[in-house]
């Protein structure tokens, strides 16, 4: 099992800033991909960024240029920097791992509201 704890959400204003963290623990080997999903009101769960152990990330389209996915290995911790926040951006963000190990396993944190203001 792996353990995910978020942190670092909140309520902004349009054009702020905040940062999220998450860190893992527990049985963490073979770990291959950590990242940040994040889902709305009324909406489906999407994925916000994805940073693969090799250091390729992804981006939903929606972010790119406003958000900022990066890695601890050292401290098993995945960030997500996002700036130039918009109401849409309003969500419940979790963190999300990936794992191989004989089989493709998946962890889930708790979730952390980020709620922007018009």
């Known amino acids: 099992q792996v353990q995910l704890v978020e942190s670092g959400g909140g309520l902004v204003h349009t054009g702020g800033s905040l940062r999220l963290s998450c860190v893992a623990s527990?049985?963490?080997?073979?770990?291959?991909?950590m990242g940040w999903y994040r889902q709305a009101p009324g909406k489906q769960r999407e994925l916000v960024a994805a940073?693969?152990?090799?250091?390729?990330?992804n981006y939903a389209d929606s972010v790119k240029g406003r958000f900022t996915i990066s890695r601890d290995n050292a401290k098993n911790m995945v960030y997500l920097q996002m700036n130039s926040l918009k109401p849409e951006d309003t969500a419940v963000y979790y963190c999300?791992?990936?794992?191989?190990?004989?089989?493709?396993?998946?962890?889930w944190g708790q979730g952390t509201q980020v709620t922007v203001s018009s």
């Open positions: 527990g049985s963490i080997f073979g770990i291959y991909a």
């Open positions: 999300n791992v990936k794992k191989y190990i004989n089989s493709y396993l998946e962890y």
């Open positions: 940073i693969a152990n090799g250091g390729s990330i």
